[in-house]
């Protein structure tokens, strides 16, 4: 894999992440355990797209939430 699209493929499990948080936060009772792995994985994504781009080329903007 280049470059680019190592970006792009941990720009999706980013965006894929904010998905279950969202979905798991709807429910009537989120389970937080859950929540809380989630975010710090997501998390964990984030910081690698940031060394990642600090050393080539700037990745395309994530969406956030408030929520983290």
């Given amino acids: 894999m280049n470059e680019t699209s190592d970006l792009a493929e941990i720009q999706a499990q980013h965006a894929a992440l904010q998905q279950e948080i969202d979905a798991e936060s709807r429910r ?3 389970d937080q355990l859950r929540l809380t792995s989630l975010k710090r994985e997501k998390l964990r994504l984030k910081e690698k797209l940031v ?10 903007p994530v969406a956030t939430s408030p929520e983290g």
Avoid: F, T, Y
């Fill in 28 to 30: 009537p009772r989120p």
């Fill in 51 to 60: 060394l990642r781009s600090s050393a080539g080329a700037a990745p395309e």
